[in-house]
């Protein structure tokens, strides 16, 4: 891979950052839930609020790169250390997104709903950018892949085992602090339900494009280690 092809390929990933951030961003605006992922930094956000959900995400993409050394240990990449400032840009990216969409009303119900679909497709399209950009996982998945590699089990079932950790602490914490569940709704279930099938719709859509884009002259062929097919 040329230098430019890898630096295109690292300027799309941001870009995919951007996407997915404001995805997270819409969704919580809607005040029914987050993703999965991002429900622990939501709760922990609504009580600590001295932190913004960005820089809470910050701080849980901080927890869950820790933890990828802890599993992996001496078979941990250095090159997976870019994920600690690319977490910062998500973080920071989640704030943005917030104060674009701080001024819609969600008073009514439908809107709020709207709200949650809107992100959670906003964050797929984001996902799906971040697949066929193929350079460093974000730090869940990337989390997610070490696990399934160190247990030996499937990545799907694997993630779909965190993402129910994720909600069960979340809804945990927020019981701890407010005595009820907060932050954890009808939209986080929504999310997990549905952002899996966006980004499958996405990436079949945008690949040849994309990949046109990224790789010039070169043949195009599908990447055999894509886990959206």
Partial sequence: MSRKELAKRYVLFIISLFFAALGVAVTKHGELGVSPISSVANVMSDQFTALSLGEWLILWNCVLILGQVVVRRREFETVQLLQVPLSFLFGWFTDFGSWLVAGIPVE?????????????????????????????????????????????MNFGNVKIGFDV?????????????????????????????????????????????????????????????DITS
């Fill in 108 to 152: 009514v119900y439908p809107v709020r709903l709207l709200l949650v679909l809107a992100g959670t497709v906003i964050l797929g399209f984001g996902i799906s950018l971040a697949v066929l950009a193929n350079v460093v996982m974000n730090s869940g998945e990337a989390f997610v892949k070490a696990l399934s590699d160190k247990l030996w």
């Fill in 165 to 225: 950790f994720c909600v069960v602490l979340a809804v945990l914490l927020s019981l701890l602090f407010f005595h009820r569940v907060v932050g954890t709704r009808e939209g986080t279930v929504l999310a997990a339900l549905l952002t899996g099938q966006v980004v499958k719709f996405f990436v079949k859509r945008v690949r040849k494009p994309v990949e046109k884009l990224l790789m010039e002259e070169k043949e195009m062929t599908g990447d055999p280690h």
